[in-house]
Nanobody
Framework: QLQASGGGLVQAGGSLRLSCAGS????????MSWFRQAPGTEREFVAN????????YYADSVKGRFTISRDNAKKTVYLQMNSLTPEDTAVYYC?????????????????WGQGTLVTVSS
C-alpha cells in the first residue's frame, strides 16, 4: 500500500516535496515511479528510481527541475519539485513497477497511491 502526500498550492517558481510512504517488507525491492494527471488528460510518467536508488530517469518536461529519491529504511520515495510552473498542476501518484511493459506506461505498475494534488498559480 502506498500513501502520497505533500501536495498543495504554490506560486510559479516555487518548490514542493512530495512523499510516498510504503508498507510491507518488499518495498525496498520495487522500482518506483511518480506519474501525474492533469484534468482531462491521461496519466503521464514523471520520474522513476531503481529499487536500490542507484539509477533514476525523468520525463523531458521535468528534467533539471525535479529530483526523485528514496529512503528504503523509511520505505519512502520522494519527489523534490523546483521551479514549478502552472503546467505542473496535476494530481501526482506514486506506484510500484511490476513489469510486463515499459516503465513509461501505467499498465506496468501496481499498488498505486491515492494521489496528492499540486496546484501551481501564475
Amino acid at each position: 500500500q502506498l500513501q502520497a502526500s505533500g501536495g498543495g498550492l504554490v506560486q510559479a517558481g516555487g518548490s514542493l516535496r512530495l512523499s510516498c510512504a510504503g508498507s510491507g517488507r518488499t518495498f525496498s525491492s520495487y522500482t518506483m515511479s511518480w506519474f501525474r494527471q492533469a484534468p482531462g488528460t491521461e496519466r503521464e510518467f514523471v520520474a522513476n528510481i531503481l529499487w536500490s536508488g542507484g539509477s533514476t530517469y525523468y520525463a523531458d518536461s521535468v528534467k533539471g527541475r525535479f529530483t526523485i529519491s528514496r529512503d528504503n529504511a523509511k520505505k519512502t520515495v520522494y519527489l523534490q519539485m523546483n521551479s514549478l510552473t502552472p503546467e505542473d498542476t496535476a494530481v501526482y501518484y506514486c506506484a510500484a513497477y511490476v513489469g510486463g511493459s515499459s516503465i513509461f506506461t501505467t499498465r506496468a505498475y501496481d499498488h498505486w497511491g491515492q494521489g496528492t494534488l499540486v496546484t501551481v498559480s501564475s
